[in-house]
């Protein structure tokens, strides 16, 4: 019962640094977009980006530590998956899927597509080297640089 009880202060606890670190990441989103000039859904796209893929990070870094780096994949895979499809399938649910505009979802269709075909071909071609990681980062800095020009316009 007291072990159940130490589980539930941690939850409650976590919740509440939850709540206090998303108040200050809305607002130091709200400075970055003052200071960079980005729409909110730029300045979005690269914070949930970021935000997003701390997890995975953790993964793989523990599955590479462990010489597991397939489950690092997997967890990669599986999340872009997963996101895909709750998004889409979320917008199409609520029948906002004719408002999103063809070409920008086709654009982003096209980018997933690119940096979930490199970690396949890692273990298809067990491919092992660090021009992979860089070529990811780059599809990754690359999406923030045109979507960061399309709001400019």
């Known amino acids: 019962m007291i072990e159940l009880l130490i589980q539930a202060a941690i939850l409650a606890f976590s919740l509440?640094?939850?709540?206090?670190?998303?108040?200050?990441?809305?607002k130091y989103v709200e400075d970055l977009m003052e200071f960079t000039r980005l729409s909110e859904g730029a300045a979005g796209f690269a914070?949930?980006?970021?935000?997003?893929?701390?997890?995975?990070?953790?993964?793989?870094?523990?599955?590479?530590?462990?010489?597991?780096?397939?489950?690092?994949?997997?967890?990669i895979l599986g999340s872009h998956i997963f996101n895909i499809g709750i998004v889409i399938g979320l917008l199409a649910a609520f029948g906002s899927l004719k408002t999103c505009g063809t070409t920008s979802l086709i654009e982003l269709v096209d980018l997933l597509f690119l940096a979930s075909l490199i970690p396949?071909?890692?273990?298809?071609?067990?491919?092992?080297?660090?021009?992979?990681?860089?070529?990811?980062?780059?599809?990754?800095?690359?999406?923030?640089?045109r979507i960061s020009k399309k709001r400019a316009r």
């Open 47 to 75: 914070v949930l980006a970021v935000m997003t893929t701390l997890p995975e990070l953790t993964v793989a870094s523990f599955a590479v530590l462990q010489g597991r780096a397939g489950i690092s994949i997997g967890d």
């Open 16 to 26: 509440i640094i939850l709540a206090v670190a998303s108040f200050f990441a809305i």
């Open 120 to 145: 396949l071909l890692l273990v298809i071609f067990k491919i092992n080297s660090p021009l992979v990681g860089i070529a990811l980062i780059a599809i990754f800095i690359f999406s923030l640089y």
